[in-house]
């Protein structure tokens, strides 16, 4: 047999941490704040877990950040999707028509010009090795044939 007191407020420490979130949210970020601050200053693995639960629990960034953020995506999605339309004026259209064939040629051509250098970077880097190995092997080649005693000579000899 159970038996209830008037006094005591169902739901226990649950209860109390929906209640204590519930006013910490009506009073705004900074009440957060000032919480997490003076759950480091009493005892800081209560500052941790406030501030834990504000990252993970989007209570930090949950009207300043993330709706400025969601604004700025939202628009630019819209230009960017308004760019390929026509306008309606056809002067305008064939400028416009004109001038991003110019710019895709230009880049293709930068393109092709950066092949190009970084080919002949490529071959004179090569040629510059093995430039380098044949000076290094005919030095190896001729210091060689100087230590070799001549065929006619004996050893110990003069």
């Not at 930090?60 to 993330?66: H, I, K, L, N, V």
């Not at 930068?110 to 040629?127: N, W």
């Not at 060689?144 to 003069?158: C, I, V």
Request: charged share 30%; net charge positive; glycine share 8%.
């Amino acid at each position: 047999m159970y038996m209830t007191s008037d006094t005591a407020r169902p739901g226990g420490i649950r209860n109390a941490f929906r209640r204590a979130e519930g006013w910490l949210d009506q009073r705004g970020k900074w009440a957060w704040i000032a919480a997490m601050v003076l759950g480091f200053i009493i005892f800081w693995p209560v500052g941790l877990a406030l501030l834990a639960y504000m990252i993970w629990g989007k209570k930090m960034f949950a009207r300043s950040c993330g709706q400025r953020r969601q604004a700025t995506d939202h628009s630019w999605g819209r230009h960017a999707m308004r760019a390929g339309q026509p306008t309606g004026n056809h002067a305008f259209d064939d400028y416009k028509a004109q001038a991003l064939r110019r710019l895709e040629e230009e880049q293709e051509a930068f393109e092709a010009f950066l092949q190009r250098l970084r080919t002949s970077k490529d071959k004179s880097e090569f040629d510059s090795f093995m430039d380098e190995r044949a000076r290094a092997t005919s030095a190896q080649d001729a210091a060689e044939s100087e230590a070799k005693p001549e065929p006619g000579a004996r050893a110990g000899e003069y």
